[in-house]
């Protein structure tokens, strides 16, 4: 290969890292937003989840979970479990996912009354904290001697 070849084989690479590198870091700096309805019926919006769960699971840290008002639960031991930095926001309706009215649209986390489920277990090590808040917890269960 002649150095005019070189050259160009160089300069395309470079242009290449640069542009993945720039994608990268918008990709990054974008924080997300899914939704969480009951029976995963969330009015259009997208993507859409019936678990909270499932919606924490495909998040990324510095993502919003949008949660509308229902009542959910989990057979686990606990009903919902973070462990990286996201907000979960509970309060919506499926059709206003702009506003968080949790005392007239109540999103509940029942955990059953069963021995050993907590509602909420947070176990965060990022750097980016976990926010929860329009969310009523209830009949969560931990026992005499357990944690939470």
């Known amino acids: 290969m002649d150095k005019q070849g070189r050259f160009s084989l160089a300069l395309c690479v470079g242009l290449l ?4 590198f720039l994608l990268g870091t918008s990709a ?3 924080s ?3 939704y969480v309805a009951p029976g995963g019926l969330c009015g259009g919006a997208a ?3 019936a678990s909270i769960q499932d919606a924490v699971g495909a998040a990324r840290e510095g993502d919003t979970v949008k949660v509308a008002e229902g009542s959910y639960t989990r057979l686990d031991l606990q009903v ?4 990286k930095g996201i907000t979960v926001i509970g309060g919506y309706s499926t ?5 968080s009215l949790p005392a007239t649209r109540p999103t509940v986390l029942d955990a059953g009354d069963v021995v050993g489920r907590r509602g909420i277990l947070v176990e965060n090590d990022s750097d980016v904290p976990v926010w929860v808040e329009g969310l009523v ?3 969560g269960y931990a026992g005499p001697t357990a944690d939470g």
């Open 17 to 20: 890292a640069a542009v993945l």
């Open 28 to 30: 990054q700096a974008q």
């Open 32 to 34: 997300g937003v899914s």
């Open 47 to 49: 993507p859409c989840y």
């Open 80 to 83: 919902l479990y973070l462990n």
């Open 95 to 99: 059709t206003d996912w702009e506003t």
């Open 137 to 139: 917890v209830q009949r």
